[in-house]
């Protein structure tokens, strides 16, 4: 019922910067929680940063006060601002939607397809 578009990965420098965004199909408003994850090769997948449909968001330890995530209602958007970016934060990034038709329904998962960023050294 979701549909999850990302954009803006690509090869930086270290210490460079990306903006990730993802478009929503349905009004971000109306989504529960929104999220990215990220995924290495041979690694589990990540969450990286969330915001919830009040606001309150979360940063992971490895990349809190390097990565913001904030969202735009008016597009359906959620973007990820990466500053000072490390070889580490290479992965494929994944939108991430938390979503239920109704209240009191369950949340279902709703992934993007993923965009790739890539920091050299």
């Known amino acids: 019922q979701v549909q999850l578009v990302e954009s803006g990965g690509g090869l930086v420098q270290a210490g460079g910067s990306l903006r990730l965004s993802c478009a929503a199909s349905i009004p971000i408003f109306s989504i529960n929680a929104m999220g990215w994850y990220r995924q290495v090769p041979g690694k589990q997948r990540e969450l990286v940063a969330r915001?919830?449909?009040?606001?309150?968001?979360y940063h992971a330890d490895s990349v809190n006060g390097r990565f913001t995530i904030s969202r735009d209602n008016a597009k359906n958007t959620v973007n990820l601002q990466m500053n000072s970016l490390k070889p580490e934060d290479t992965a494929v990034y994944y939108c991430?939607?938390?979503?239920?038709?109704?209240?009191?329904?369950?949340?279902?998962?709703?992934w993007g397809q993923g965009t790739q960023v890539t920091v050299s050294s």
């Open positions: 915001i919830f449909r009040g606001g309150t968001m």
């Open positions: 991430n939607a938390l979503h239920s038709g109704e209240v009191g329904g369950r949340l279902y998962d709703y």
